[in-house]
T-cell receptor, first 116, second 109 residues
Framework: ETGVTQTPRHLVMGMTNKKSLKCEQH?????MYWYKQSAKKPLELMFV???????ENNSVPSRFSPECPNSSHLFLHLHTLQPEDSALYLC???????????????FGEGSWLTVV | GQSLEQPSEVTAVEGAIVQINCTYQTSGFYGLSWYQQHDGGAPTFLSYNALDGLEETGRFSSFLSRSDSYGYLLLQELQMKDSASYFCAVRDHDYKLSFGAGTTVTVRA
């Protein structure tokens, strides 16, 4: 139990579907992240929210839309995805963002997404 | 941009010692971290080195040489439960964390 909970753990969706991934952190952290993990590749940072404000958007296609309604919850809305978007999507949180020390990142167990 | 290099796979027997090297190129540097990820699980934090030298935490140690842009994770007295992927990560001048592609460690009986 890392203190970061993601649902659903597995999702299969068609290319025309709309779905959402949900993340909740119980650690009292101020920063939350979405990462994409594909086989044999480095984790790719997608979005960062600090104090509910988006501070990073790393050239992610618009078919991925994040939402952070409060500091404990983070969503990733998915629309008209492509098969190459199939991957493990990891949510994470840290105490702060944008400081040089500490900021250990705590990950959830991820949502396995398959686009068919 | 940032780049990190680490071996893709390592296999060793129980009780052995494994060293996972990580070399990095980054604009600015605020520390090297290591994460462990078991199959189907969340990456979990193992260690953080901001200064040169060796940090020991039980059977695992992490080393950093900033002048060589190099670090390693040392796994001692390997156990079956240590079979996992291990990622190095560096924090750059924007304090963003960039990850390597991971090293899969397989421990055999």
């Amino acid at each position: 139990e890392t203190g970061v909970t993601q649902t659903p753990r597995h999702l299969v969706m068609g290319m025309t579907n709309k779905k959402s991934l949900k993340c909740e952190q119980h650690l009292g952290h101020n920063a939350m992240y979405w990462y994409k993990q594909s086989a044999k590749k480095p984790l790719e940072l997608m979005f960062v929210y600090s104090l509910e404000e988006r501070v990073e958007n790393n050239s992610v296609p618009s078919r991925f839309s994040p939402e952070c309604p409060n500091s404990s919850h983070l969503f990733l809305h998915l629309h008209t995805l492509q098969p190459e978007d199939s991957a493990l999507y990891l949510c994470a949180s840290s105490q702060e963002y944008g400081t040089p020390t500490g900021n250990t990142i705590y990950f959830g167990e991820g949502s396995w997404l398959t686009v068919v | 941009g940032q780049s990190l290099e680490q071996p893709s796979e390592v296999t060793a027997v129980e009780g052995a010692i494994v060293q996972i090297n990580c070399t990095y190129q980054t604009s600015g540097f605020y520390g090297l971290s290591w994460y462990q990820q078991h199959d189907g699980g969340a990456p979990t934090f193992l260690s953080y080195n901001a200064l040169d030298g060796l940090e020991e935490t039980g059977r695992f140690s992490s080393f950093l040489s900033r002048s060589d842009s190099y670090g390693y994770l040392l796994l001692q007295e390997l156990q079956m439960k240590d079979s996992a992927s291990y990622f190095c990560a560096v924090r750059d001048h924007d304090y963003k964390l960039s990850f390597g592609a991971g090293t899969t460690v397989t421990v055999r009986a």
